[in-house]
């Protein structure tokens, strides 16, 4: 039987960088999450009898949104749903899912890095038919949809088991429960030499993944134990956990220290890396040697003819603009187009579709490529084995070797977590307000070449998203950007973004933020940060 269940709108489920991020008890609201996945049908057309992929990253409140989207898809009109077993779909697997099967969309729950448990965050996410993130034309509908919402439909049935493989009917609608791991899998083994890997690997050459309790365990522990033969407990905390096990599930220098450490201690592994809740961001370490996001994305540019998948050379690159332009150089020497976008996946996929680009990638551990629509943090790792087994040298060789022919780029980020939110606002208001007197000026010493608040207009179909970061650009190419976080779910986050290009080789072997010194000083000193956020330290240093 099919209800109409009447409603009132909430006031604040506007989506941000990725989709809607709330805390669980928001979302336990009576008809919240309801509201939300309805107001995402009622911006779409077209979807009567199609299929609908949905999956979460196993966090606390997964399954319960799950059986309610299912109840509401059959409600809605969809003809199918397919949905991971227990629930459960990495954010790069459900963009697969979407485009193998020729879904009309997908509903992906999670709130990514963020931590998961009774008291801490949860997300819905639309992906579009090509498998990204619905472009901000539709979140918007979404958002203005949800202002005014009055009923929503559902199908008044029993819970769908999620944890049996197989088909089941749902009023009508058809549920497909998947084997959430295979797919994706196979699609890796199409893109990388999985038996020059194997060979790296059986020759002695170590490597850890740390799935930090959430999505990619299953996936790491196919791929890496079972199919490409490294020693059992090659992947640590395997099992996805609703609380991520208390951890903060972010692969950065902060959250992922243990395995950093353990590379870099003298009889540790060759190489480790590591994802985040819902598997779309990696972070890759080599003995010896951090490869920052920024890096990353040059590398793989540069080396990616190493991999099978990629063999015929790539069509161009494309990176967030508070990103390092270290992939820059590499996409003018190989005489390819560079794309400059906003922060967040869901920017680049009309420069996909379009056969603009083949790899992107941001400065927040997030690489991937046309073979999705979202990042993939697995797939950037097995680029990176590809990479080691093809050169036949470490990732420190492969990175120093990188600086020296195209300059290094020293990059950091500074968050500051937690700040109040007018104080926030007011920090970029008064930036904002001097931006247009800052050219030619000297801010500790550095000269101001250009200062702007980015505008991004897509080539593709032409659409302009104003105020995506303020940057200031110094003569020689350094550069800080601003700019406030839109995936938190408490006070605001204020990014700061800092980039040195330094082309001299014998000046490749400087701590990074001992690199950086002059432009961190410089951006306190145009933006006041301590002043406004009121703390002296930011809360983390990527
Ligand atoms: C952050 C990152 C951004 C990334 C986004 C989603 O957004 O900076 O690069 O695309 O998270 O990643 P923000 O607005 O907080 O800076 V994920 O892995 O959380 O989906
Ligand atoms: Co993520």
């Known amino acids: ?17 990725s989709g809607l991020r709330k805390k669980v008890p928001v979302f336990q609201q009576e008809n919240y999450a309801e509201n939300f996945i309805q107001a995402i049908f009622d911006s779409l057309e077209g979807f009567e009898g199609q299929t609908l992929v949905i999956g979460g990253d196993g966090r606390y409140y997964n399954r319960e949104v799950i059986q309610v989207a299912l109840k509401m898809a059959a409600a809605n009109g969809f003809g199918k749903v397919m949905v991971g077993k227990g629930g459960i779909l990495s954010t790069p697997a459900a963009s697969h899912v979407i485009r193998k099967y020729h879904a009309f969309g997908g509903i992906v729950l999670s709130a990514s890095h963020n931590p998961g448990g009774p008291t801490e965050d949860f997300g819905i996410k ?39 493989v197989g088909s089941f009917d749902l009023a009508g609608m058809t549920v497909e429960v998947i084997d959430p791991v295979t797919d994706y899998a196979d699609l890796m083994e199409t893109l990388f030499d999985f038996p ?7 020759g002695g050459f170590r490597v850890v993944i740390d799935s930090m309790s959430a999505v990619t365990g299953p996936y790491a522990v196919e791929i890496l134990e079972k199919r490409l033969g490294a020693p059992a407990g090659s992947v640590r905390n395997e099992v996805p956990l609703p609380d991520f096990g208390h951890h903060h599930p972010d692969p950065n220098l902060v959250h992922a220290k243990e395995l950093y450490d353990d590379v870099m201690s003298a009889d540790g592994p060759d190489f480790g890396a590591a994802s985040d809740g819902d598997g779309d961001r990696n972070m890759v370490v080599g003995k ?6 920024s890096d990353s994305l040059a590398m793989i540019a540069a080396n990616a003819t190493c991999a099978p998948g990629y063999r015929q050379g790539i069509a161009g690159i494309a990176r967030s603009m508070p990103t390092s332009a270290a992939a820059d150089r590499v996409a003018e020497k190989l005489g390819i187009g560079m794309y400059e976008t906003p922060t967040g996946w869901k920017f680049f996929g009309n420069l996909m579709d379009a056969g603009k680009v083949t790899v992107c990638g941001e400065e927040s551990f997030g690489t991937g490529s046309d073979h999705v629509r979202e990042k993939d943090g697995l ?15 470490s990732v420190k060789e492969i990175v120093e070797a990188h600086w020296a022919e195209y300059g290094r780029n020293y990059y950091s980020r500074h968050d500051y977590e937690g700040v109040d939110t007018d104080n926030a606002n007011a920090l970029v208001t008064a930036l904002r307000a001097k931006l247009g007197s800052l050219p030619g000026t000297t801010i500790n010493g550095l000269v101001v070449s250009a200062a702007d608040d980015f505008a991004y207009h897509d080539p593709i179909d032409h659409s302009v998203s104003k105020n995506q970061g303020i940057r200031i650009l110094f003569e020689g190419g350094s550069r800080i950007v601003f700019r406030l976080s839109g995936t938190g779910t408490s006070g605001a986050t204020l990014r700061l973004y800092v980039e040195r290009y330094e082309p001299d080789a014998s000046r490749h072997g400087i701590e990074t933020q001992a690199a950086l010194a002059d432009l961190i000083a410089a951006a306190e000193e145009v933006a006041e940060i301590k002043r406004y956020t009121g703390m002296n330290e930011p809360t983390v240093i990527t």
């Open 196 to 202: 020059a890997i194997r060979s790296l690997i059986s």
């Open 379 to 393: 797939w950037a790792v097995l680029f990176w084995l590809n990479i080691v087994a093809a050169r036949k040298q």
């Open 126 to 164: 639309y992906n579009i038919g090509n498998g990204g993130p619905a472009p901000e034309k539709i979140t918007d509908a979404i958002f203005d949809r949800t202002r005014n919402i009055d009923s929503y439909k559902i199908a008044d049935v029993a819970d769908i088991d999620l944890d049996t």
């Open 288 to 293: 010896g040697m951090f490869v920052t996001p």
């Open 1 to 17: 039987m099919i209800l109409t269940v009447s409603t009132k709108p909430y006031a604040d489920q506007k989506p941000g960088t």
